[in-house]
């Protein structure tokens, strides 16, 4: 079992920034992917940004309006910690964001096995 707990979110600028945390606990961090993903107002939970076990390699989500450039995932598995960083933040980013610990390396959502409770990013223009 592992459990995740959020942290980080708030209220910022369009144009801020704002550094997430995913702290592990149970089994070590390093036996997983982690991942983030979110839901915004009234649409479905989407995929932003997953980090193999090692550190080594991270995918970001590809639609139209993706995250790749702006938000960069990284792990300390010292720490049992994921991050997200997130730069030029937009009104759109506006969401509930979720981590997420799971065995396949993967944007698709049911690949990830535990899930944390949320933190609430609020962007305002």
């Known amino acids: 079992q592992v459990q995740l707990v959020e942290s980080g979110g708030g209220l910022v600028q369009a144009g801020g920034s704002l550094r997430l945390s995913c702290a592990t606990s149970?089994?070590?961090?390093?036996?997983?992917?982690m991942a983030w993903f979110r839901r915004a107002p009234g649409k479905e939970r989407e995929f932003v940004a997953a980090?193999?076990?090692?550190?080594?390699?991270?995918?970001?989500?590809d639609s139209a309006d993706s995250v790749k450039g702006r938000f960069t995932i990284s792990r300390d598995n010292a720490k049992n910690t994921a991050y997200l960083q997130m730069s030029s933040l937009k009104p759109e980013d506006t969401a509930l964001y979720y981590c997420?610990?799971?065995?396949?390396?993967?944007?698709?959502?049911?690949?990830?096995?535990?899930w944390g409770q949320g933190t609430q990013v609020t962007v305002s223009s």
């Open positions: 149970g089994r070590p961090a390093i036996n997983y992917v």
């Open positions: 997420a610990a799971g065995s396949i390396y993967s944007r698709t959502s049911a690949h990830y096995t535990y």
């Open positions: 980090i193999n076990w090692a550190g080594t390699t991270t995918l970001y989500a």
